[in-house]
T-cell receptor, first 111, second 114 residues
């Protein structure tokens, strides 16, 4: 059974800091991994998608890495801004087409 | 380009009733997937429809069902509502199958079961 864990559950940083969010998963037979952000009361916004054969993906100030062998992915946010405040979720798509989400990391960036 | 539209946004039902939620995907998208989000269980995958066919289903009882129409609009139905069905129900659409590319989410339908 695939378990997806995100640490920390909450994080508060001052504006301008670089930060790392962590996602770990127990089953390495994954198809791909996705990172999303969710603003309060809203749906999810797709940030980055990493295929199982890839090691990292970048979009603007965001960089996501994937290490299947250790069951880990990280989301790096550079030069954080108050607008980055949201909950960040990782989701694992398994080879059997199942999809599992982590519980999320609630990020607050203080001006 | 219009985004994913979910209706209704909020609804209140009582135990034992049934509910139907609607999702209109982005024009041209063929895949619609549904998710349940609760404080206790987090976000869970319900099912995916692609070209009117259910592609896969998460671990939910048969009370949860869905369908997709020829215009890609999708509905999900929950019968014999239980208190634990209170949740935010999200749908997402994508051009190809759910796991192959970017998902676009609606803002959700918040269901309260009394």
């Amino acid at each position: 059974k695939q378990e997806v864990t995100q640490i920390p559950a909450a994080l508060s940083v001052p504006e301008g800091e670089n930060l790392v969010l962590n996602c770990s998963f127990t089953d390495s037979a994954i198809y791909n991994l996705q990172w999303f952000r969710q603003d309060p009361g809203k749906g999810l916004t797709s940030l980055l998608l990493i295929q199982s054969s890839q090691r990292e993906q970048t979009s603007g100030r965001l960089n996501a890495s994937l290490d299947k062998s250790s069951g880990r992915s990280t989301l790096y946010i550079a030069a954080s801004q108050p607008g980055d405040s949201a909950t960040y979720l990782c989701a694992v798509n398994r080879n059997n087409n199942d999809m599992r989400f982590g519980a999320g990391t609630r990020l607050t960036v203080k001006p | 380009k219009a985004g994913v539209t979910q209706t209704p946004r909020y609804l209140i039902k009582t135990r034992g009733q049934q509910v139907t939620l609607s999702c209109s995907p982005i024009s041209g998208h063929r895949s619609v997937s549904w998710y349940q989000q609760t404080p206790g269980q987090g976000l869970q995958f319900l099912f995916e429809y692609f070209s009117e066919t259910q592609r896969n289903k998460g671990n939910f009882p048969g009370r949860f069902s869905g369908r997709q129409f020829s215009n890609s609009r999708s509905e999900m139905n929950v019968s014999t509502l239980e208190l634990g069905d209170s949740a935010l129900y999200l749908c997402a659409s994508s051009l190809r199958e759910r796991r192959a590319g970017e998902l676009f989410f609606g803002e959700g339908s918040r269901l309260t079961v009394l």
